[in-house]
């Protein structure tokens, strides 16, 4: 027994300093609990062809080993050197008026896949103009390999296989990595990533009060008296004069000043999804054109500007298409 095991290490050794120039080969030390079988089939390859690899006469190995998987036969034949970033990569820096499903169909991809390739991103629609993306060849999470964290671990964790990954990331051998590399895990959903997302997407979303007042008027058909009627297209919350209007939710201004329909001094601003706030009869205006606010932010200071019969806030909520919706359905 002692013999067979000096003999199988000899066999090791003696193959040992042809490694260097040997091409398609992972080079995998063996670790406790390694046996040809497993090693293999981790590197979806058979266990002749890892024992005719290393010239072993039987399946005998040892922690210490280093063994030679021919990895690179399975994968389709020889690969480039590693790269620093997965090949097919590109950045890309954000633009003016751009949304992340914007430039996602620019590349003919998906918006997960640009959430995969970026899953550290601090909002899905309030990215700032400038921000760098990395745009993915195809759909897959990236990951950065932490210190001390095994590759193979990682791709069981996702179910991938190491010949898959190493393709993805013009890798030899799934080992060729070291700490701090960003690796890309194609087909792999960045599920964490878009439910934090989409937390936070909510959280943008929702509509505080500009201000705290008595409601006047609601939304909807109002009888001006004497036969006449009209829509009301928000509500009415009335307010001393001078008293500061927060912006109900975070956008960018894209009107601010004297309206011709009766607003007085008016304030619109967009929000990311493309719906608008519209805050009316100001008597003095806090932003201008293309200042983008935080919720609660001053807008202005209520007055009775415009066709007013006395202070109040005018506030309109216009879904994205335009139409008036009543604010008191996304008010809190
Ligand atoms: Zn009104």
Redesign the pocket.
């Known amino acids: 027994m002692l013999t067979k095991l000096i003999a199988a290490c000899l066999v090791l050794v003696a193959v040992l300093p042809s490694i260097a120039s040997a091409e398609a080969y992972a080079l995998r030390t063996v670790v406790p609990g390694d046996s040809v079988g497993v090693i293999a089939e981790r590197y979806h390859v058979t266990v002749d062809s890892v024992l005719g690899a290393n010239q072993l006469e039987s399946s005998l190995i040892r922690p210490g080993d280093v063994l030679r998987v021919p990895y690179v036969a399975a994968i389709g034949g020889p690969l480039g050197e590693s790269v620093a970033t997965p090949p097919g990569f590109r950045w890309y820096s954000l633009g003016r008026g751009e949304t992340l499903s914007s430039v996602a169909s620019r590349f003919g991809l998906g918006l997960n896949a640009l959430v995969g390739a970026n899953p550290d991103i601090s909002s899905l629609d309030r990215l700032p103009a400038g921000y760098e993306l990395l745009v993915p060849p195809s759909a897959g999470l990236v990951v950065r390999l932490g210190e001390g964290e095994s590759v193979l671990d990682l791709l069981a964790s996702y179910g991938l296989d190491p010949a898959t990954f190493a393709r993805a990331n013009g890798l030899r051998s799934p080992f060729d990595v070291v700490p701090g590399m960003l690796l890309f895990l194609p087909k792999v959903v960045p599920t964490d990533a878009l439910a934090r997302l989409q937390k936070v997407r909510e959280a943008e979303n929702r509509y505080v009060w500009p201000i705290h007042g008595r409601l006047t008027?609601y939304f909807g058909p109002r009888n001006l008296g004497m036969g006449t009627s009209s829509f009301?297209?928000?509500?009415?919350i009335a307010a001393p004069s001078g008293t500061p209007v927060g912006a109900a939710r975070g956008g960018t201004v894209t009107f601010a000043g004297w309206s011709t329909q009766g607003y007085g001094n008016l304030v619109r601003i967009r929000h990311a999804d493309g719906s608008e706030a519209w805050y009316?009869?100001f008597s003095s205006i806090s932003v201008s054109v293309g200042q983008y606010v935080n919720q609660g932010d001053r807008v202005g200071r209520v007055g009775s500007t415009g066709l007013?019969t006395g202070p109040?806030l005018?506030?309109?909520v216009h879904e994205s298409n335009g139409n008036a919706r009543d604010p008191l359905a996304v008010l809190p």
């Open positions: 008027s009301h297209r928000g509500v009415d009316g009869h007013s109040h005018h506030f309109e």
